[in-house]
């Protein structure tokens, strides 16, 4: 009996130690989990955001297509809603009348360059060969004006053979003229040395006076007959001196008559030329095209066949572009430490968080006064986050962000341990304790 009692007593000290230990080793292993806690407490930080929500916004201002110079409108190619890519299609203005006004002053273009290449053929009394591009482009004006130029030069020939021929004709008779002088001359001499022969005998009688008469009025006759060529010859040269001038004459007035052709032609062409790029506009721009990447928010002007006026606004589209930017409002009691330069986590409401995560960005402005909002009267700081990364899906492919969407913002404005979350709030309420209010 006494054997039985002195076991049960040991069995009780030994289970009695047990317990002890049991409990200082879970005293322990509470304390050190506690002291890691408090470590890891202490070291381990967090970020401090503050926090805002706002929509996206474009980071280029609204764009407003117009027409320069007007027209019907032809066809619509754009819906409202639609995306767009700079340099797209989106409506065709009717350009048959300013086709046509173009096509017209081209071709004068082309008739007054063929004029102004025959008429410097002209003035360097050239042949004519038109520049091979023109001919090609315009074939019926430079065959007009080939026509013209051979016609010009025909009747220039024409009067000038005229000339030669009265030329020729003077020439002739000059040849006679000079003829007749010569002989006249030459019968001067021998009878003015018969009459100085015969003169001594009939003074002495030996011939009879009339035999000198009759010398001397030969004589007399030789020299009218000379006097006459002389004078002929006098005014056939003056005849032919008047045809080499009519001569240089028809030459100048037809090479001036071409250089006041020709710079006419030039003035008119310039005139031209400076005027139809203005024509080739109205043609050109009645393909209307997006002025940027975007998304059509409003066709302004619907109706086929309605008429735009010269500078009115047909579409209106948002840009959207990888730059874009986030409108927030953020609490005055936040306002403190913000500055621009902070980094920004960005969350979309239309995307699930969870899945396509979050936008980074920066803290671009900051307003410099509280607003109201329109519908709660509270007061805010408006603030203007630039995002610079894009959301995509499980293929990779980029999600669309358009202007509109709600998004909340995350400004990240410093971090500290976990610790200090835990002691600030004592801190601030020992601070605050034994202070009247």
């Not at 047990?18 to 381990?44: D, H, N």
């Not at 960005?361 to 700081?381: H, Q, R």
Request: charged residues 25%.
């Amino acid at each position: 009996m006494a054997k039985r009692d002195l076991n049960a007593a040991i069995i009780r000290q030994i289970n009695g130690r047990k317990s002890i230990f049991s409990g200082w080793a879970l005293l322990s292993v509470i304390g050190l989990f506690l002291a890691c806690m408090v470590s890891w407490a202490a070291v381990a930080e967090v970020d401090e955001v503050t926090r805002g929500s706002g929509k996206i916004i474009p980071s280029q201002d609204l764009q407003k297509v117009q027409t320069m110079h007007g027209g019907m409108i032809k066809d619509m190619l754009v819906h409202e809603g639609q995306r767009v890519q700079r340099g797209d299609l989106l409506l065709v203005l009717d350009t048959t009348a300013s086709q046509s006004e173009y096509n017209q002053l081209e071709q004068k273009k082309f008739a007054l360059q063929a004029q102004i290449e025959r008429l410097t053929a002209e003035i360097k009394g050239a042949d004519l060969a038109f520049s091979p591009g023109l001919e090609q482009s315009a074939p019926a004006v430079t065959l007009t004006q080939q026509r013209l130029f051979e016609g010009r030069r025909s009747e220039l020939a024409s009067e000038l053979a005229v000339l030669e021929q009265q030329k020729r004709q003077k020439i002739k008779e000059m040849s006679e003229a000079q003829s007749e002088l010569d002989t006249a001359t030459e019968g001067l001499v021998f009878s003015q040395s018969e009459i100085s022969m015969i003169q001594p005998l009939v003074e002495r009688g030996i011939e009879p006076k009339l035999s000198l008469i009759q010398l001397q009025r030969t004589h007399a006759e030789l020299q009218g007959k000379q006097q006459t060529a002389k004078i002929r010859i006098e005014r056939l040269n003056l005849a032919l001196a008047e045809i080499a001038e009519r001569f240089k004459t028809m030459h100048e007035t037809f090479r001036k008559e071409a250089l006041q052709e020709l710079s006419k032609a030039t003035a008119e062409l310039a005139e031209l030329e400076q005027s139809l790029p203005a024509y080739a506009s109205k043609v050109e721009r009645s393909e209307i095209r997006s002025p940027v990447d975007g998304i059509v928010n409003q066709i302004l002007k619907t109706t086929i066949g309605g008429v735009a006026q010269p500078g009115e606004s047909l579409v209106e589209i948002v840009p959207v572009d990888d730059d874009f930017l986030v409108e927030a409002h953020i609490k005055p009691a936040d306002i403190g430490f913000l500055h621009p330069g902070q980094r920004v986590k960005v969350k979309l409401t239309a995307y699930d968080f969870a899945r396509y995560g979050s936008l980074d960005g920066e803290l671009s402005t900051i307003g410099a006064d509280a607003i109201e909002l329109p519908e709660t009267k509270e007061p805010v700081y408006p603030v203007v986050v630039r995002v610079f990364s894009r959301l995509t899906d499980a293929s990779g492919k980029p999600l669309d962000i358009v202007p509109g969407m709600i998004a909340e913002i995350n400004i990240l404005t410093g971090s500290k341990t976990v610790l200090n979350y835990f002691v600030e709030p004592v801190v601030k309420v020992k601070k605050n304790a034994f202070t009247e209010s």
